[in-house]
């Protein structure tokens, strides 16, 4: 029998609901449960992939081909459990489903209201692939008060009902700012953040209260007093010197033995945290560093390249030395930015997925300038689709070379994809087809050339990996770019999709046309990350 913790918030957005539910994971899980976290989203979009990064930032793709909160990148990050398409709802869904159901009359002529339709799909959504699990995290977006997240707070408020008595507890996350002028850390935030919940039908049974300074016991007691908890289910969230060292904060702040408490589960395991003490230990403890050039689109917010920052971490982790991230606006060098000043400091250049035209010569010359000064090169995505342009146009003699995503062009280098094989059968698209939901989503295989840097890399000869793109590289340019000397060293099964190139003559250069950030985890660093720092290390040593 699963048992549900719902997590809300209040006050503000921001406040780290999402590691919060991560790392209450990973703690249950080092106590030998199975756990999945779930995402209940109220915005009206059915999924975040037609939004901008700037709007929500990344988009995170699952196994199954679902674009997801990126929310849900934390929870694997932590936990290891891959997250599935039902992992992450949104009210534009919810709508979507409930509306199709009464076009097709599922309804035999009811009115279909937001009671009980619309909350009996969500509650249907929270229930749905639990039965071998111990524990299910649900985390409602939003804050407390917003007029988008009602239903679901309504929702789970019957859920509380409709499961047996002990099943469920409300997790609430605050705020109890500090005000300088006054030297004091204020609780009626949180108080009146209780109090919108409760009035909303909800009690929460343990307090999450982030403070940027220590909780004194006294405003401890005072907050319990006013919001109906026990004073131990006031739980302080200081700031973490990382966000790795969560969950064992956490576990000394008593979280997990509180939330088992509310359970009434006495019996319990003590946790295992020795993966936590050792990535740790790796993060605060390197034994060097090194800088990487992430020459992108989207830079003026990080939480756009969010997993392919902590994938970065991670290969520092892997290989115990820091890596600094330097984030780079490609569009500056087509605006007369010096780009050698940029990059020579660079131990390696990244150059990430992204969509649309603007700063695409940036990346470009910015592939030739790895290329060329032998500075470790990793492309992804469209990353991967520069390297091949730049290729062409330098070592293939093809002047003209370019993809049909930035205009009409007569040496079509990289092309929008209208055909290929998926697990449902064959996909085709045209440049009409809707943007939401319609690219080459989720795990895709590959075979790789026995001879080649990145099956050495892997270990394997068959990969698969995560995609996320509409635009493909043309394999009928394969004979040129590997006269001039970039290898395609990774092809879908047929044989027609290439899924990675190397550079056999170089340091340390390869672009993938799938994002291998999004499978990387502080305690199983990818592979290619790994390697690309390593290679990192040998350029900081040259230099």
């Keep these: ?211 940027e300074h220590p909780l004194p016991e006294s405003e401890r007691r005072k907050i319990a007093l006013f919001c109906n908890v026990r004073p131990e289910a006031v739980i302080p969230a200081l700031d ?60 003026g917010l990080l939480d756009a390249y969010k997993s392919l920052h902590e994938a970065l971490t991670h290969g520092g982790m892997a290989n115990r030395v820091k890596v600094n991230v330097k984030w780079i606006d490609a569009e500056l060098f087509e605006k007369g930015e010096d780009l050698a000043a940029s990059l020579e400091p660079m131990h390696g250049i990244l150059v990430p997925g992204g969509f649309g035209v603007r700063g695409s010569e940036g990346k470009i010359a910015s592939v030739k300038f790895a290329r060329e000064r032998n500075v470790p090169f990793f492309g992804i995505c469209l990353g991967m689709q520069m390297a091949c342009i730049e290729g062409a146009r330098n070592t293939a003699g093809i002047a003209a070379a370019s993809t049909t995503e930035f205009g009409e062009t007569s040496e079509p280098v990289v092309g929008l994809i209208t055909e290929w094989m998926s697990k449902e059968g064959l996909q085709k698209r045209t440049a009409e087809t809707d943007l939401g939901g319609t690219m080459r989503l989720g795990a895709y295989p590959a075979k790789l050339a026995g001879n080649s840097v990145v099956a050495g890399i892997y270990g394997a000869n068959e990969i698969s990996e995560r995609h996320r793109h509409r635009y493909e590289v043309n394999a009928g340019y394969r004979e040129p770019l590997e006269k001039g000397g970039l290898i395609f060293s990774g092809m879908s099964p047929d044989g027609t999709l290439p899924e990675i190139v190397e550079r056999p003559d170089h340091p340390w250069f390869v672009g993938v046309q799938f994002h291998p950030e999004l499978k990387s985890k502080p305690f199983d660093p990818h592979p290619l990350f790994a390697g690309f720092i390593a290679a990192a290390v040998k350029q900081s040593r040259l230099v």
């Design 240 to 299: 973490a010197k990382s966000i790795y060292a969560v969950p064992e904060q956490y576990h000394a702040e008593g979280l997990d033995e509180e939330v088992l408490r509310a359970f009434g589960i006495s019996d319990a395991p003590a946790p295992t945290l020795d993966r936590w003490t050792d990535i740790m230990d790796r993060q605060l403890n390197p034994e060097g560093e090194v800088t990487i050039g992430v020459v992108g689109k989207y830079v």
């Design 1 to 211: 029998m699963a048992r549900y913790i719902f997590i809300t918030g209040g006050v503000v957005s921001s406040l780290g609901k999402g590691l919060m539910a991560a790392s209450l994971a990973a703690l249950l899980q080092a106590r030998g449960y199975r756990v999945r976290i779930r995402k209940f989203d109220p915005y009206l979009n059915v999924d975040p992939g037609t939004m901008s990064p700037y709007q929500h930032g990344e988009v995170y793709v699952t196994d199954d081909g679902a674009e997801t909160d990126l929310d849900l990148g934390h929870y694997e990050r932590f936990t290891g459990v891959s997250a599935r398409q039902s992992d992450n709802v949104t009210q534009g869904r919810v709508y979507q489903t409930i509306i199709q159901r009464e076009r097709r009359g599922d309804y035999l002529g009811a009115t279909v209201q937001v009671i009980p339709h619309v909350t009996d799909e969500i509650k249907a959504f929270a229930l749905a692939e639990t039965d071998d699990l111990d524990f299910v995290l649900c985390e409602i977006g939003g804050t407390v008060g917003d007029i988008e997240s009602l239903p679901f707070m309504e929702a789970i408020r019957q859920l509380h009902n409709d499961l047996d008595r002990g099943q469920s507890i409300f997790v609430h996350v605050t705020l109890v700012p500090y005000i300088a002028a006054a030297g004091e850390l204020k609780t009626k935030p949180t108080q009146h953040s209780v109090r919108e919940l409760t009035s909303l039908g909800i009690q929460p049974d343990i307090l999450l209260c982030r403070c």
